[in-house]
């Protein structure tokens, strides 16, 4: 069923007011990621999305047009923000291994800061077909290329196995940072950042040639 909403009235008179109107957004972005993560996007209405984030159900309308725009844009905002991190820590070392040890643990940090957002990301990608499926697609591709780069770094500075496809490998830690860290959130609270940062460690660990 899709969650699109009729777009409400006068949006064709907004007004640029860039600090005030950044400001609504991170609030309903935030209300947004924590409803949605819990229940799904199809268990949360924009009511609920307005009333968490202090604001009309207007306002809701007025920054994004509708539910599934401001679905598609939470996870453009979710993702750019761990490219960002991601980007961050790229070259932070020169041993191409601790650089990837070290992105898995910005990732890991990232899903502790907005395990909400985690959540939504493995309960709508996996909807086939969904109604983001060509946001998911586009998102995935971005979030590859940077651990591809990574991958291809450890490739240039150590003997690998070349049987292994560098496109299931990157994917395998993709998926691994994912279920790894909602696996610790939701069942095993006890085990540190870096024990898990260890486990998804150990794919590349298996790449590289001893």
Known sequence: MSTTEPAGPGQAEKKLRPERTN??????????MELIGERGAAGVTVDE?????????GTVYYNFGSKSDLIAQLLRHGVDIMLGRLQDIQGQSSDPLESMKNMVGQAMEFMDDYPSFARLWVSENWRTPGEWSAVFAELRAELLAVIG?????VADGYKVDETIARGSLEAAIFGAIFVVGLDRQTYNPERT?????AAVMTIMHGYVIK
């Open 193 to 197: 950042r870096e024990q898990s940062v």
């Open 49 to 57: 999305i307005a009333a968490a984030a202090g604001v009309s159900k």
């Open 23 to 32: 400001a609504t957004k991170q609030r309903l972005f935030e209300a947004s």
């Open 149 to 153: 780069s990574a991958v291809k770094r």
